[in-house]
């Protein structure tokens, strides 16, 4: 029987959701940090629970033949990627293989669902166009980073390889103009400080917008810091502040304020233009996004006969790639600002077709329904918790000729496809995409 702090060599078998390695002896479960599948390790058991164990990893006695050495020198403390010890193809396998095991799980049939390799990047580095980072003071120095890993202390860093070399760039600006002008970081423990965060988006042209979140509205050298700030970063054409002096983990609050430019930058999706204001939802991972959008139009085959829903269709995606086929699109998201940049981004691309609503999708939906408005085509696109029974519910009575989900959570992806089988649907095909390379 296992104990704790006792000492034991084992092979990893397996990978869990969370980027853990799995383990087994005594016919429990052991997850280990910092280990990929086929690493023979020394460990220590940490915790014994009643259905499984941690361990801590002590050395790797032999490693897996696909682990290699981290490119990223803070690898071990940071807690933004969990696979930059394993070689990445074996990381499209992986994340092949998991979308699998949670339909498995689900209880869907695999047996005839062609899920295809999952689609990667040439060059799988520097393809973040968002970083959020803490701004912490330690040691009477200023932290600016990700969080370590399991906790929420900031790892000070001076690059990171899965954002752009711009960011990096403003990071260290801004660190320096922090000291140079005295203004404190934000404090956890005691409320006290200034800055508790930076926000950087950047585009396909390297166009910035900032985005500095603040516990108090006006402080000390703010002109200064954000005068020096745009002036030797020519990248930069917005910068926004954000009040936020509640006494949570949320990173923005509900007050935005422009400092300079115009609050907002554009993009460009599938030679689609899009504004982005700072609480915008827009993919990260742009060569991805344009491959993962691409398929979903693709898979769901529309015609100009054709009306569609896009479901959590954010500011408008989607829906307006699948407006220059359809012949309606419905847009329905929960967030009013997302709505209002969806609305102006069907004119600015001169997209007449489309129709947003702001509301619960579980609400909204079932309410078009009521009104005789039906879809032939509906594309779903929630958040991690997947979609809410009403609006599964309301897909399965309203009886689309397809159903297209994309999903950031393969577990409730696999949940909701055995929700639709069970009114009536059948999974067809699966098409993986790595949105976010050497990461879960």
């Not at 801590?56 to 490119?71: C, F, H, Q, V, Y």
């Not at 120095?141 to 399991?150: K, V």
Request: glycine fraction near 6%.
């Amino acid at each position: 029987m296992l104990q704790e702090n006792q000492i034991l060599d084992v092979e990893i078998i397996d990978l869990n959701h969370m980027g853990k390695g799995v383990a087994k002896s005594d016919n429990l479960v052991i997850f280990v940090d910092d280990v990929i599948p086929g690493d023979i390790a020394k460990i220590k058991i940490t915790e014994i629970k009643k259905n499984y164990a941690l361990g801590e990893l002590i050395t790797i006695i032999k490693p897996s033949e696909n682990r290699i050495d981290s490119a990223c020198g803070f690898f071990e403390q940071c807690g933004g990627c969990q696979l930059m010890h394993m070689n990445y193809e074996e990381q499209l396998k992986y994340k092949r293989e998991r979308v699998i095991n949670e339909l498995k799980r689900a209880g869907v049939n695999t047996e005839e669902v062609t899920v295809n390799d999952t689609l990667g990047m040439k060059t799988p580095f520097r393809y973040r166009n968002k970083t959020t980072f803490s701004v912490t003071e330690k040691n009477n120095d200023i932290f600016i980073g990700p969080y370590e890993q399991g906790t929420y202390n900031t790892v000070d860093i001076s690059g990171c390889l899965i954002q752009s070399r711009e960011a990096d760039e403003v990071v260290n600006l801004f660190k320096n103009l922090m000291i140079k002008y005295k203004i404190d970081a934000y404090d956890k423990m005691t409320g006290k400080g200034i800055v508790r965060n930076i926000i950087i988006r950047n585009n396909r042209n390297n166009e910035l917008m900032i985005v500095i979140v603040t516990t108090i509205e006006n402080f000390k050298n703010k002109e200064e810091l954000i005068d020096n700030l745009v002036s030797i970063n020519s990248n930069i054409k917005t910068v926004i502040q954000n009040i936020n002096n509640k006494n949570t983990n949320l990173v923005m609050g509900r007050k935005n304020k422009v400092l300079y430019g115009q609050g907002t930058i554009n993009d460009t999706i599938d030679d689609l233009s899009f504004v982005i204001s700072p609480e915008a939802f827009f993919q990260v991972n742009p060569e991805q996004t344009e491959k993962l959008y691409q398929t979903a139009i693709q898979y769901a085959d529309i015609n100009k006969d054709e009306v569609c829903f896009d479901i959590y269709c954010g500011i408008g995606t989607i829906s307006l790639m699948a407006a220059k086929y359809a012949k309606k699109v419905y847009g329905v998201e929960i967030v009013e600002q997302a709505v209002v940049d969806a609305r102006a981004n069907a004119l600015n691309n001169n997209i007449h077709n489309v129709e947003f609503f702001a509301g619960k999708a579980e609400e909204v939906v079932p309410k078009l329904y009521k009104q005789k408005i039906k879809a032939d085509v509906v594309i779903v696109d929630p958040p991690r918790k997947g979609c809410e029974k009403p609006v599964i519910d309301t897909i399965i009575n309203m009886s689309p000729k397809k159903v297209v989900y994309v999903s950031c959570n393969p577990s409730t992806l696999a949940r909701d496809i055995k929700l639709l089988e069970e009114g009536g649907y059948k999974l067809i095909k699966a098409q993986p995409v790595d949105m976010f390379p050497w990461t879960v």
